[in-house]
């Protein structure tokens, strides 16, 4: 295990030391997990640390892996080989938010979230690098994060602003704001 990836778990571990407020709003459930983008593999490794640490804080574990969401929704639709042709089709393509993608993922997630999770429950959102481009991770989160009862953690491959609480997905993108709680690989 990496230094900064095994950082990023001691860092979990200490944050679900904290009993777990009551009454908290969505937002305030939800925790950033931010780590370099090279480090994508090496976490993936490890993310059974995360589920480890969960069960000894004596939570559950719910891991919902978005990263082949895209393929198979595609794989799924009618007119697939015309969009392949035609990809600007694709409803949203322009904006870089494929909606009919997305209302398909936020679904399907929050079916998963109301059959597996309860009040003491982390879910864990991995694989988001895989929907740039397709969805922003902001709209996902903003779209599941009431389904959640327990913890919302996101596995998010980029960099963290403290000074406007901004996240940049993939180094790449312009960051938004959000009041979600980061976790970071101390040095």
């Given at each position: 295990?990496s230094?900064?990836?095994a950082?990023?778990?001691?860092?979990?571990?200490?944050?679900?030391?904290?009993?777990?407020?009551?009454?908290?709003?969505?937002?305030?459930r939800?925790?950033?997990?931010?780590?370099?983008m090279a480090?994508?593999?090496?976490?993936?490794?490890?993310?059974?640390?995360?589920?480890?640490?969960?069960?000894?804080?004596?939570k559950?574990?719910l891991?919902l892996?978005?990263?082949?969401?895209?393929?198979?929704?595609?794989?799924?639709?009618?007119?697939?080989?015309?969009?392949?042709?035609?990809?600007?089709?694709?409803?949203?393509?322009?904006?870089?938010?494929?909606?009919?993608?997305i209302?398909?993922?936020?679904?399907k997630?929050?079916?998963?979230?109301?059959?597996?999770?309860?009040?003491?429950?982390?879910?864990?959102?991995?694989?988001?690098?895989?929907?740039?481009?397709?969805?922003?991770?902001?709209?996902?989160?903003e779209?599941?994060?009431?389904?959640?009862?327990?913890?919302?953690?996101?596995?998010?491959?980029?960099?963290?602003?403290?000074?406007?609480?901004?996240?940049?997905?993939?180094?790449?993108?312009d960051?938004?704001?959000?009041?979600?709680?980061?976790?970071?690989?101390?040095?």
């Open positions: 295990m230094s900064k990836v950082k990023l778990v001691t860092a979990y571990r200490q944050h679900l030391t904290v009993p777990w407020q009551a009454g908290l709003a969505a937002v305030q939800v925790i950033f997990a931010v780590y370099d480090d994508e593999l090496r976490l993936r490794a490890t993310v059974d640390e995360f589920a480890l640490a969960t069960q000894q804080a004596e559950r574990w891991l892996d978005v990263t082949n969401a895209f393929p198979e929704w595609m794989a799924a639709q009618e007119y697939r080989e015309a969009y392949f042709e035609a990809p600007e089709d694709l409803a949203g393509y322009q904006t870089g938010e494929l909606t009919e993608f209302a398909d993922l936020n679904a997630l929050k079916a998963r979230i109301a059959a597996e999770a309860g009040a003491d429950t982390v879910v864990a959102l991995l694989g988001v690098g895989t929907l740039f481009g397709l969805a922003r991770v902001s709209s996902v989160v779209s599941i994060k009431d389904s959640v009862e327990g913890r919302l953690l996101v596995f998010f491959p980029g960099e963290h602003r403290p000074e406007d609480h901004s996240y940049r997905l993939l180094d790449a993108r960051g938004w704001n959000y009041m979600a709680v980061p976790l970071l690989a101390k040095d």
